[in-house]
C-alpha cells in the first residue's frame, strides 16, 4: 500500500513539472511574439491642467491637455481667490444724448447767433472772399458743432484695462460669488472730424481748419468695480458658464489728446478739459471656460457740462476667473 501512494505521489509530481515545462515554453514563446510595450508617457500637472505627453504610431510626440479635478476642488476648500494683473481689451464708444441748440451747449461752443437763451454774443469773424470784400460785410464765426463732429473711429478707440488684483469671494457653494477688483481704465478716443479742444477755463471744442491724421482724446481712470458671479461648475472652472454684474465707480487721473498733422506735426496738449472727475457706471462679464467678454456703461456723462455723452467699452478679459 506504501508503495502505491509512493508510486501515485511520484507520479502527481511528474505530471505538474511537465505542465510547469509547458506553461513556462508557451509564456516564453508569447513573450518572443509580442511587441516590446509603449513606454509610460510622461505627465505634467500646471494648476488646474494635466498634461500627458506620449507619441503616436509613426514615434512622434503628442500631447493631451485634462482638467485637473482633484486641484479644483481642493481650491474650493478656500472662500477667497486671488488673480493678480488682470488684462482687459476692447473698444470704446458713447451714446450721445446732447442737446446741440441748448444753452449750456452755446456756452460750450461758440455758435451763428447773436444771443441765445441769454448767451453771450458770439465773435465775429471776417470774411475775406470776393463776396465778403465787395460787401465789406462781417460775419459771425463757424456754425457750431453737430453730432456728425464727434464721430468716433470705433476700430482705433480702444480701450485697454489693468487690473492689479482681482478677488473672489464665495457666498453660496462658490456659485454665488461677490467679485471685486482694483485697477486701471485706459480709454482712448479716436474723432474722425477735424475737432480740437482748447484748454483753459472754460474748454471749448473748436472745428479746426487743420486735417489730423490722427486726433484722440485720452482718459485714464483708478476705478473699483464690484459685481456679483455666477458660476455653473465651480469644480471644473474651464467648463463652466460664468455671469457677473455689477456697479463700477472711477476717478479721473490723466487726460489729455494728441494729434498728428503735416502743418503741425505731432501736438499733445494735457489739462482736464472739461471731463468729469468722478465715473459710475455699470459693469458686467459672460463667459465659458477661459474665455470671458466684458462690457462698461456709464451712467455719467464724459464731460463736466455741455455734452451729454455717455461712454460704453466692450472687449476680451484676459486671465480673470
Known sequence: MKHKVLLCLILVLCMGWAQGQNVDTSHQANIAATPAAAPVPDTFWIKGLILIKGKNEKGRNTYKVYSDTAYARARLKKNLHTRWFVFDIGFNNYIDRSEYGG???IAYYPNTSGFY???MPAARAYDYSAVGLSTFAPREGSEPLTPAEFKLVTGKSINFNIWLFQQRLNITKHKLNLL??????MNNFRYARNI????GYATRIIRDTVEFSKNKLFAEYISIPVMLNFNSNPAR????FQASFGVSGGYLIKSRTKQISEERGKVRKTDDFNLNKWRFG???ELGYGPVKL?????????????LQQY???VGLRLNGF
Do not use: C, M
Open 103 to 105: 444753452a449750456s451747449y
Open 117 to 119: 437763451n441769454g448767451a
Open 180 to 185: 471685486y477688483a482694483l485697477g486701471l481704465e
Open 196 to 199: 480740437t479742444y482748447q484748454p
Open 237 to 240: 472652472p474651464n467648463r463652466a
Open 282 to 284: 455699470l459693469t458686467s
Open 294 to 306: 466684458y462690457g462698461n456703461f456709464a451712467l455719467t456723462p464724459l464731460h463736466d457740462y455741455g
Open 311 to 313: 461712454p460704453f467699452s
